[in-house]
């Protein structure tokens, strides 16, 4: 078998395809990388105006995501009106419960101020009414008619008790009757001294007068009460003459929305109705922030809290909150300390993402929102009942029971946009019976996309938009293919790109810093070579460390010579930003048995289930091709050797599966080829993961040694279209130092790592003698034999026994 070609090893990207110099000479553009169907779906969610169709986007961190989901929303947003402004105003039958006023765009923050110039104006018009002339007069005339009332019925009676030789008094201690005589009042003696038929009569004159004494001074108090409804009807009246013009102006104003003349005509009456109180209020300096919960009154209660403002926004909001708690959601309305209380009023609702949101989208990260508590059954609350409702979490657990402002709750119509990965969506869609029901819609963007020349178009105007967002250099044209090629091998697959947007927005920033240093105007592709090697240094200690044990030979593997059932594997270490695979020496050992293959990785509980999986995979291909007639009566046994960490996966089967054939074969594999590849029941070698890092894995070894043209790796053939090796290793084997070899049976890959063929059945089943199939079918079929005759043997011993 001959090695791959060069030409398969990497598919460079011809810069002279570019039709540019630089990314300067390209138009900025708004075009999305590839991602059709992820943006077709957020084209339906946006488009369709029906409840629940709310959009999850699925996808991997650092993948456009963001970008192009706003991009989206931007557009249709572009065409669609703004909403309208939202206000909140006193309730001033239940102060507990502000009400909602929804305005125009820009007429909440004019209405605002009217009503803040209403209050500047309303005290100095309080002030003036109460020490004008005209009320003053009628004050005085009330009190004055109120006076001469209680005294005019005090002086009847008078009058009529003297008639009857009774005056009446006024003493410190109250009214009282005494008798006179020319009008002059009796001393007890001179009243002793009058025949007792006139002081009979005088005492009963005296008694009767009493209780019609009592009947009048019983009735000064409705009197009185009389006499402040009459006041209170003034102060009426004058703040209706007060106010009145006032009122009538703002009215005028806003004539086209009835629910702010509903409130303006509340604002009159209680203004009218409280109008001395607001006198006395403005002589004590209230504190506006504790009026409404206090009892007090104050003009602050007139003034309006814009919730909302949308007057500054063009077209249909598009908001992102980045701290998605319940709070931000929702709302809130604060507190303020007043005498060692905490007080509430409409004045301090504060809105939240939502009101914010109202009439447009909301975008939300959704590992932040499930992350906050009742944050996401905030959200669901809202987006079921339409309205959001601001309520503090004490109130939503039960915490507090003391009374708190309530606002009126705000119909919502809005776009969810919630942004995660795979994993979050399918779990809520597993756990929640909600989720469904409120988010239909799913735009799954792709990891990688294919590199064919649309996309490879597209992506060259990714990095030039990334220049010019970034304030870069511009990238020349070489620049841009390696740039090109290095998304390709971050996807794994030459035929690929991948849509990890933020991984190359890093390397262009690290790239323009290089060229910064060279003194370049323009990124060249030695500057984003040098940015990629800078990456890997900074982050191969482990893997340095390896290879330098490797190379003192404390971690055994050999890159020369021969060994039976020793074989070279290749195991990958991922450590989140960088991704590399060493060498590691798996051996097989075989002899008499039950027919078990042990693997000691799982025995030891270090070995995945992927991994025990392909285990027990070879041990069926080798039961299946070997031992159909005959019982497997051996027992094998499979490890990584000097490996002290979990073993996952199932690239290595292949691998333990020819160190395996080669113990049974007593036939040495050579030790200067490491081999990767799973295997199915047929034989048939499988595709692997991270096939470039582990090709250059085994090399680097293999050049710290010394390459001497006998060294390579075997790869399943379904992975040649994946490589994207660096350039010395293809160079390497252009030269013919190094080779890459793809095998797609076990055969194959056991005849190139023996030098013995593996031996093809001819029509009768049989295989050529001394071939690899030839002498495991004659070990295996040797144990058999052994094994039957030990049971033979124990059978006559058994017999002989039971004889004796």
């Not at 003696?189 to 009493?210: H, N, T, V, Y």
Request: negative net charge.
């Amino acid at each position: 078998m001959k090695p791959l070609e060069p030409q398969l090893l990497s598919r460079p990207c011809d810069p002279a395809l570019l039709d540019f110099a630089t990314t300067a000479e390209l138009p900025d553009t708004a075009d999305g990388f590839g991602q059709s169907r992820a943006e077709e779906a957020v084209r339906f969610a946006i488009d369709i105006r029906r409840p629940g169709y709310n959009l999850f986007v699925l996808g991997e961190p650092g993948s456009g995501r963001h970008f192009a989901v706003r991009r989206l929303l931007e557009e249709r947003a572009a065409h669609e009106p703004a909403p309208g402004d939202w206000c909140y105003v006193n309730n001033f039958d239940e102060p507990q419960t502000p009400r909602a006023l929804r305005m125009p765009a820009g007429r909440g923050a004019q209405f605002e101020r009217d009503m803040q110039q209403f209050v500047s104006e309303l005290g100095s018009a309080i002030s003036s009414a109460f020490e004008s002339d005209e009320y003053r007069s009628r004050i005085e005339a009330i009190q004055e008619g109120f006076k001469k009332r209680e005294e005019s019925a005090l002086r009847e009676l008078g009058q009529e008790s003297v008639e009857q030789g009774v005056a009446l008094l006024r003493t410190p201690q109250g009214f009282a009757f005494a008798p006179v005589k020319n009008d002059e009042t009796l001393s007890p003696d001179e009243f002793q001294a009058l025949p007792d038929d006139e002081q009979k009569r005088i005492r009963a004159a005296i008694e009767s007068f009493g209780q019609k004494l009592g009947k009048l001074l019983h009735q000064f108090p409705r009197w009185r009460r009389e006499l402040q409804t009459q006041m209170r009807q003034a102060s009426r009246d004058t703040m209706q003459l007060a106010v009145g013009h006032l009122i009538e102006e703002l009215a005028e104003c806003y004539a086209d929305l009835p629910e702010v003349t509903e409130f303006l005509e509340a604002v009159r009456k209680d203004v009218v109705e409280t109008g001395e109180e607001l006198r006395e209020s403005q002589k004590s300096e209230a504190d506006a922030t504790t009026i409404t919960m206090t009892g007090s009154i104050s003009l602050q209660r007139y003034q309006v809290n814009l919730l909302v403002d949308n007057a500054d926004t063009p077209a249909a909001p598009i908001v992102f909150e980045d701290n998605p708690n319940h709070q931000n959601l929702v709302g809130r309305v604060d507190q303020v300390a007043h005498m060692g209380t905490l007080l509430s009023n409409f004045t301090l609702i504060k809105a939240g993402a939502l009101h914010r949101a109202n009439g447009g989208y909301l975008m939300l990260d959704a590992v932040k929102l499930l992350t906050q508590p009742y944050a996401y059954e905030g959200l669901k609350r809202a987006l079921k009942s339409g309205h959001v409702r601001i309520e503090s979490l004490g109130q939503i657990v039960g915490l507090i029971s003391t009374l708190s402002v309530e606002p009126e709750p705000i119909p919502v119509e809005l776009k969810v946009v919630l942004i995660g990965e795979r994993l979050h969506y399918y779990l809520l869609r597993e756990f929640d019976p909600e989720f469904e029901e409120l988010f239909k819609v799913a735009a799954d963007f792709d990891s990688d996309l294919e590199r064919n020349d649309e996309n490879t178009r597209l992506y060259v105007q990714l990095v030039a938009r990334l220049a010019r967002g970034n304030d870069l250099r511009p990238f020349a044209r070489e620049a841009v293919a390696r740039l090109i090629e290095d998304a390709a091998r971050s996807s794994g697959d030459a035929e690929k790109l991948s849509a990890h947007t933020r991984r190359v927005a890093d390397l262009m920033r690290e790239s323009d810093h290089w060229a910064h240093k060279s003194g370049r105007d323009v990124v060249a592709r030695e500057d984003v070579q040098r940015a990629l090697d800078a990456r890997i240094r900074r982050a191969d200690r482990i893997r340095a460390q390896l290879q330098r044990e490797a190379l003192r030979e404390t971690l055994l593997i050999a890159t020369g010579g021969a060994q039976v059932g020793h074989i070279n594997g290749l195991a990958v270490i991922d450590l989140g930003d960088f991704v590399f695979a060493h060498p590691v020496r798996i051996t097989a050992t075989a002899r008499l048995g039950e027919g078990e293959v042990i693997d000691i990785e799982r025995e030891a509980e270090l070995g995945g289930a992927l991994h025990s999986k392909g285990v027990m995979i070879l041990s069926s291909f080798l039961a299946a091709r070997y031992s159909r007639s005959i019982p497997l009566s051996l027992t094998a046994s499979l490890v990584f050797e000097q490996s002290y960490g979990p073993v996952e996966g199932d690239s290595a089967s292949l691998a333990e599966l020819c160190a395996l054939l080669s113990a049974l074969a007593a036939v040495p594999i050579r030790q200067s080829l490491a081999v990767t590849g799973s295997v199915n029941q047929y034989g048939r070698v499988q595709a692997i993961g991270a096939v470039n890092e582990k090709i250059e894995g085994f090399f680097d070894l293999c050049r710290a040694r010394d390459l001497d043209g006998e060294q390579g790796v075997l790869i399943p053939d379904a992975n040649v279209k994946h490589l994207m090796l660096r350039e010395d290793v293809v160079q390497a084997c252009a030269d013919g130092r190094f080779g890459i070899y793809a095998v797609s049976t076990v055969d194959e890959a056991i005849a190139l790592l023996t030098g013995v063929p593996a031996g093809e059945p001819d029509d009768s089943g049989l295989v050529p003698e001394g071939s690899i199939n030839y002498l495991v079918a004659a070990a295996l079929a040797e144990m058999s034999a052994m094994r039957q005759s030990y049971a033979g043997t124990g059978r006559s011993r058994r017999r002989e026994r039971k004889k004796d």
